[in-house]
């Protein structure tokens, strides 16, 4: 079982930053993929970002690339998204979650556990 708390979230202005954090509970986090999802209102689920249990690989959306960067902390399990250069279109709740094995990472049925999310806003 493991327990994923997001936090980081907030309002920014367009060009900005923001750094979204993911702690989890447990002892087996660091044999986890992990991946951060966001949902838009009246949008689905997508992905964002993902990073295989040692971080050895990452993968990103056409539409974060160059801008997002994730990246874990196995000794704090934790997971990070450092968030550059936002635009508006980024606002949405984004949420953390855990996946056991590591293929199909970009889509939501691959994963094992959701944390609840934290909401990103981003002013023109």
């Known amino acids: 079982q493991v327990q994923l708390v997001e936090s980081g979230g907030g309002l920014v202005q367009a060009g900005g930053s923001l750094k979204l954090s993911c702690a989890a509970s447990?002892?087996?986090?660091?044999?986890?993929?992990m991946g951060w999802f966001r949902q838009a209102p009246g949008k689905e689920r997508a992905f964002v970002a993902s990073?295989?249990?040692?971080?050895?690989?990452?993968y990103y959306a056409d539409s974060v690339k160059g801008r997002f960067t994730i990246f874990r902390d196995n000794a704090k399990n934790t997971v990070y998204l450092q968030m550059n250069s936002l635009k508006p279109e980024d606002t949405a709740v984004y949420c953390c979650?855990?996946?056991?094995?590591?293929?199909?990472?970009?889509?939501?049925?691959?994963?094992?556990?959701w944390g609840q999310g934290t909401q990103v806003a981003v002013s023109s």
């Open positions: 979650a855990a996946a056991g094995s590591y293929y199909g990472l970009g889509s939501p049925p691959s994963y094992d556990y």
């Open positions: 447990g002892r087996t986090f660091s044999s986890y993929h």
């Open positions: 990073i295989s249990w040692r971080g050895g690989s990452t």
